[in-house]
């Protein structure tokens, strides 16, 4: 895959359940080797978006609409096998989900579902993981320690380690330092910027200033709307919407 492919395609992309529309016709273009920003209030679409895009989105009574391309395959199809999809597109949630075994096992447990046991794939993979993640030197001396000690901050790296562990090709993090200080905040920040040089990263975050610091292009979400999306640096300084002037000067939201 070269530099700038579109990894992520939504054309007129509508989610209803129920009654209820969740997300009203999304057309916008993620590509390789850029952090793309969503932002909007509570409420928006921004996380069920996400589970679109990775195929765990499930309600009853739920209606789509339009075409969602992942990695060139239409993930709303029918027909759709969910299971090399989840290979390629790894989530990371607001709140770090470490499962209570050690650094190392949290690290290798995606691999050994798959059925991976050959211990030098798993160390290497492992180590990988921890380096994308800026954890490695942290924890190096630690590996068979138990995971739940670590802090906060470090949980979540290593949610994000564990993630890149399985080699994705894009990675979706949802709100992934709503819970942190700012320098657990600013060292997440710092591994996204290295990790886009290979992959595709999304980030929802509800923090326009989040938003703004490490986005390459943005879009904003709005009642499951999209309101305004482009270059992040033309979006906060020339919004073309009043809506996204509005939001990012903190007047709602
Ligand atoms: N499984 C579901 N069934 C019904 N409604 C849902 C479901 N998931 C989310 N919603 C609704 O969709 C809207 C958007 O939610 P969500 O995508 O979580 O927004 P955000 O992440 O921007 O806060 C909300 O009104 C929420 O209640
Ligand atoms: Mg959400």
């Known amino acids: 895959m070269s530099a700038k492919t579109v990894v992520i395609e939504a054309r007129d992309v509508s989610l209803r359940v129920g009654e209820k ?9 993620i590509r390789r080797n850029e952090i793309f920003g969503i932002m909007g209030p509570a409420g928006s679409g921004k996380t069920s978006f996400l589970k679109l895009v990775n195929h765990t989105f499930r309600a009853a009574g739920m209606a789509l609409e339009g075409a969602l391309y992942v990695l060139g395959e239409d993930v709303l199809g029918e027909d759709v096998n969910p299971t090399p999809l989840r290979r390629k597109v790894s989530m990371v949630f607001a709140t770090p989900v470490v499962l209570p075994m050690s650094i190392f096992e949290n690290l290798v447990y995606g691999l050994k579902i798959q059925g991976i046991r050959d211990k030098h794939t798993l160390r290497e993979a492992a180590e990988r993981g921890l380096k994308a993640a800026i954890l490695w030197e942290e924890v190096r001396d630690r590996l068979h320690k138990p995971a739940q ?24 993090l949802d709100e992934p330092t709503s819970g942190l200080d700012p320098i657990s905040t600013f060292r997440i920040e710092e591994a996204l910027k290295e990790l886009k040089r290979h992959h595709a990263i999304v980030l929802v975050s509800n923090n ?36 996204t002037d509005d939001y990012i000067a903190g007047r709602f939201g």
């Open 149 to 172: 000690k670590l802090s906060g901050g470090q949980q979540q790296r290593l949610c994000i380690a564990r993630a890149m562990a399985l080699s994705p090709e894009i990675l979706l």
């Open 208 to 243: 326009t200033k989040q938003i703004a610091r490490v986005s390459d292009r943005c879009a904003f979400f709005l009642m499951g709307e999209l309101i305004e999306t482009g270059k992040t640096a033309q979006v906060f300084t020339v919004p073309k919407e009043k809506k």
């Open 21 to 29: 529309k969740i997300l009203e016709r999304i057309n916008l273009e």
